[in-house]
């Protein structure tokens, strides 16, 4: 329990975050965003609660979504007693696109660490298949291809993930790009010219091959608690819908932690039950 402005105690806990994140997803975010109607059966939830949704399966650790929808009813049906079927949540989860930047964005800056200039950079490997049958036979031949984690001394097949964070770790611009495409520095120019990641000039800390351990937080959070490298992606849309689907889980946490004010402000141990 966090304690508000004038001393309340404030539930912090999974139902709270995805209360406070529908609310205002759907009053402030997102209203603007919501979908033109759509051939054949209506959606079963608006944008705004899918985003909800989709947000409690990564933080619940469900990298599955045929398990995820089995267990969800129990979970989260007090909240969302209308939940899709696996095929029309997977579709609707990609029909997102930018959605799912818009949302990560106004949670980077809805958190107060927004305001200082400082980000921070870096770019990790996501791997997304480990033999040659399945780099033949993916879908995913044009954003994955062979690449060389210098983290780990090693060569991989997938995508290049770079990241510009906040202080406090949110994440407030990220991109996905092809490993041979261009070098890590042209990728950073070109994310920073794409999405900025401040309103103004800000200094950005990397250090020679944008290591940092600060960020090298985020990226563990994320291929780790938030199950990053078992996204199980088949296709680019795919890739990019699981992994804007762990970023905007863990910056709803982050915010939410400031706004209960919490003493760890990246703690994701109460919504992960």
Request: glycine share 6%.
């Amino acid at each position: 329990m966090g304690k508000g402005a004038h001393g309340r105690c404030v539930k912090t806990n999974l139902d709270a975050l995805l209360t406070a994140l529908y609310v205002h997803l759907d009053d402030q975010v997102l209203p603007w965003r919501q979908s033109s109607p759509q051939r054949g059966r209506p959606r079963t939830l608006s944008n705004a609660e899918l985003v909800c949704v989709a947000v409690a399966q990564v933080l619940l650790g469900c990298d599955a979504k045929r398990r995820w929808l089995r267990l969800a009813p129990a979970r989260i049906g007090h909240l969302f007693p209308r939940l899709p079927c696996q095929a029309q949540y997977n579709r609707h989860l990609r029909t997102l696109g930018p959605v799912w930047v818009a949302v990560a964005c106004w949670l980077a800056r809805a958190t107060p660490t927004w305001h200082e200039r400082l980000r921070l950079m870096d770019g990790t490997p996501v791997r997304c298949g480990a033999s040659r049958v399945t780099a033949n036979r993916s879908s995913l031949g044009e954003i994955a291809g062979y690449g060389h984690d210098t983290s780990h001394h090693a060569f991989y097949w997938g995508a290049k993930l770079m990241l510009v964070t906040i202080a406090e770790r949110a994440v407030c611009a990220f991109s996905l790009a092809h490993p041979k495409e261009l070098d890590e520095r042209k990728q950073a120019v070109h994310l920073l010219h794409v999405r900025p990641p401040a309103e103004g000039p800000c200094p950005i800390v990397c250090d020679k091959g944008f290591a940092g351990a600060g960020i090298e937080a985020v990226i563990w959070t994320l291929k780790n608690q938030l199950g990053l490298e078992r996204h199980r992606a088949r296709t680019t849309d795919g890739l990019w819908t699981r992994i804007s689907q762990r970023i905007v889980a863990l910056n709803a946490a982050i915010w939410h932690n400031w706004l209960t004010n919490q003493p760890i402000k990246r703690s994701l141990i109460a919504y992960d039950h």
